[in-house]
């Protein structure tokens, strides 16, 4: 019998890109402003991806390499436009929504590209198609959406904030680690965003808006922060940046006061973290840290012994971090809280051995850089320390 010949796999022909992939591609590859908007121009109407990758692609573009910001927004109308032509914005789905959102936002903080009309009427529509879509985002898109509204210089609707907050709330035992650090982040100017609407506010309200009276957005905002970590807090807190950390530990030592006991699991797990990496926490999250422990345990949702572990180890940090920074701080209106430097000063004085406020600070930063001593910068740190 005579075997058959064995034969290779078929080779499939390449598939042709579609039309919306090779748009895609394209809107890649554009390198300026100007040529973007040729792709937008010769490519229109585009699909709810290609719309918010064109805005996401225009972030990622600088004004500068010979284009200036009023070239840069002109360049950038046609791509604005196509959001409103024709209720373009409504072929946005779940998925596209958020990031076209974050990225016009983005895109508003150039002040000419706020000032151009196809920017209002763009951001117009997309706010009416993310209130619309909202119970549809997922964790990660909700909390980016509530970062780009905090970073907005207008005050939203009391609508888009509400439909915002209220798909958080179902969907708050959903978040990551990452998730809850965006909110937090966010969690001090969504105070002011709901402060400035709650008076505005009716009908079916979401939980940040539907209690009045001094403290309620910050207890509803404890009471949210809680579902967030939900019967996962050690594992969501377990992976938290630096960043994240000092972070949450601020965020948890203002709303302490409102906190519900179900939070202490969440503060437990805070403290931990942040004594396992105390070493990579900047002179501010140290702070931010040792503000956390002070409040959390006046309070009664961390122990104190936890408290006291933390403040040892923040202690033994402390003097290293400001050795690092201080050169550096800032001063006039972006200087640092009275409040920090105080915790400083005292962490220092219990590693120094005692002595003033200002002399912790200086034997902290300015032991082994005497000729420093008369940078104005320490010695306004150090006047300030004094009279703190």
Request: hydrophobic letters at 50%; proline letters at 6%; charged letters at 20%.
């Amino acid at each position: 019998t005579t075997l058959p010949l064995a034969r290779g796999p078929t080779r499939q022909p390449d598939r042709m890109a579609t039309r919306n992939e090779q748009t895609s591609l394209r809107l890649s590859a554009a390198r300026s402003a100007g040529a973007l908007a040729a792709v937008v121009s010769a490519d229109a109407p585009l699909n709810g991806y290609n719309m918010a990758h064109a805005l996401h692609v225009a972030c990622a573009l600088s004004p500068g390499g010979g284009e200036g910001g009023e070239s840069f927004a002109r360049a950038l109308a046609t791509v604005l436009e196509q959001v409103v032509v024709r209720g373009a914005a409504q072929k946005l789905g779940p998925k596209h929504v958020s990031k076209a959102f974050w990225s016009a936002s983005k895109l508003g903080r150039l002040a000419p590209v706020a000032a151009l009309p196809a920017f209002a009427a763009a951001g117009t529509a997309l706010r009416e198609r993310l209130g619309a879509l909202a119970p549809q985002l997922d964790g990660q898109a909700l909390t980016n959406c509530l970062y780009a509204l905090a970073a907005d210089a207008g005050a939203p609707s009391p609508a888009l904030l509400r439909s915002l907050l209220g798909a958080l709330h179902l969907k708050a035992h959903e978040l990551n680690a990452r998730d809850v650090a965006t909110f937090v982040r966010a969690r001090s100017k969504v105070l002011v965003m709901v402060a400035s609407v709650s008076s505005a506010a009716a009908g079916p309200a979401a939980p940040l808006l539907e209690a009045p009276g001094p403290g309620a957005a910050e207890r509803a905002q404890a009471d949210l922060l809680s579902l967030m970590f939900g019967n996962r807090a050690d594992e969501k807190v377990a992976g938290m940046s630096a960043v994240d950390v000092g972070d949450l530990a601020w965020a948890l030592g203002r709303l302490a006061s409102a906190a519900p006991p179900t939070l202490a699991t969440a503060a437990e797990a805070l403290a931990l973290r942040a004594i396992t990496i105390a070493s990579e926490l900047d002179w501010q999250n140290l702070g931010h840290a040792g503000y956390f422990a002070h409040e959390a345990s006046r309070h009664g949702i961390l122990s104190r012994a936890a408290a006291d572990a933390l403040n040892a180890t923040l202690a033994k940090h402390a003097p290293a971090a400001l050795k690092q920074r201080c050169w550096f701080l800032p001063t006039g209106e972006h200087a640092a809280p009275s409040a920090l430097l105080k915790w400083a000063a005292l962490s220092c004085r219990r590693v120094t051995g005692g002595g003033s406020r200002a002399s912790s600070i200086k034997a902290a930063c300015g032991r082994r850089r005497p000729a420093r001593a008369q940078n104005p910068k320490i010695r306004e740190i150090r006047e300030r320390a004094a009279a703190v």
